[in-house]
């Protein structure tokens, strides 16, 4: 029996899992009753013919706005890169600050335990040292006020696949085409009924 790697297995598995837990997707389907008047097959043409008219310059629009949308991607990601190396060479700046800040605070933290361990001791034991106490006091205080700085969050360096998806989002081939012949199907005499039809992740 052959043996697999196991990240292999795992991915397996994984991709798996991902499919099981997804949810289905649906779309919006029509189903059309012809009219039972005589003049309505002819109304169902007219009908047909004003949404090739509606559609057809959709279509090219939805073209024409692809063919650009590679061109608006670049644009769109060069001044997303602008601004990132931007927040990198700040973040740079505040990581920098951040390591100087974090060994302060360590050493601050480490002092002020060993006074409160040094000061416990002779608090405690007799006869009591009142200036002890206050210091051990003075030490609890200051560590439980003494806070670790925050480490700075990496900004994230854009995608151009991302930019691209983006602009490709805003082009459309639905232009309300379909509703206008629903209408219009509609006015002609016939029925139009929806139904939603499982297209992805179904059972």
Not at 156 to 178: V, W
Request: glycine share 4%; proline share 6%; net charge neutral.
């Amino acid at each position: 029996m052959p043996r697999f790697p196991t990240r292999f297995l795992f991915a397996v598995c994984f991709s798996l899992l991902l499919t099981a837990c997804a949810s289905p997707v649906y779309k919006v389907v029509y189903d059309y009753i012809p009219p039972a008047t005589p003049d309505g097959p002819e109304c169902v043409l007219r009908c047909q013919a004003a949404q090739q008219g509606c559609q057809r310059p959709c279509d090219d629009g939805y073209r024409v706005c692809m063919g650009r949308s590679h061109d608006e991607a670049r644009r769109a990601h060069q001044e997303d890169k602008d601004r990132y190396l931007r927040e990198l060479e700040r973040y740079n700046g505040e990581l920098e600050a951040y390591y100087a800040n974090l060994e302060t605070y360590q050493r601050r933290k480490d002092d002020l335990e060993r006074d409160r361990e040094r000061y416990d001791s002779r608090c405690h034991t007799e006869p009591r040292d009142k200036k002890a106490c206050k210091r051990l006091d003075e030490a609890r205080d200051q560590l439980r006020w003494l806070s670790e700085p925050s480490k700075p969050s990496k900004p994230e360096e854009p995608s151009y696949a991302e930019s691209l998806q983006a602009q490709q989002g805003i082009c459309t081939r639905d232009c309300g085409c379909e509703v206008q012949y629903n209408g219009c199907y509609s006015a002609c005499g016939g029925k139009v009924h929806s139904r939603k039809l499982c297209v992805e992740n179904c059972d």
